[in-house]
């Protein structure tokens, strides 16, 4: 099995990012593999069963519903909703771990990976 995980951030006020709904999503196949939201201490983990070591992945975070009742009149207009990262796991065991730092108008991310 392998194993999805991610952390986000609030770059407003430092504070965990919870309750973010995440779908990841096979390209190629258009399967919706999971679609939940992040716990309370802006955390997802997910173990999955994967069985192509190509398949490409979108792995999406729906921010605007977070953002919509925090920043209203403070931060002007926002226009991003979704934050879509596309991938790939090569090791059908491996954790592939992408966290995210949020603001109402951009964000910043990384990721890492562990063999399994």
């Known amino acids: 099995m392998a194993r999805v995980s991610s952390h986000a951030l609030n770059g407003v006020d430092g504070s965990h990012a919870g309750g973010v709904a995440v779908k990841l999503i096979n390209l190629a196949t258009g399967e ?8 309370d ?19 999406v975070f729906e921010t ?6 925090r920043v209203i009149g403070t931060h002007g207009e926002r226009i991003i909703d979704e934050i879509a990262v596309r991938f ?15 603001s109402p108008h951009g964000y910043s991310l990384w990721s890492s990976t562990e063999h399994g």
């Open 88 to 102: 790939t796991m090569p090791d059908l065991d491996g954790h592939y771990h992408i966290p995210l730092i949020l």
């Open 64 to 69: 605007g519903a977070y953002w919509q009742d």
């Open 32 to 39: 919706k593999v999971f679609d939940t939201k992040m716990d």
């Open 41 to 59: 201490a802006g955390r997802l983990v997910e173990e999955i069963a994967l069985s192509d070591p190509n398949a490409r992945y979108e792995l």
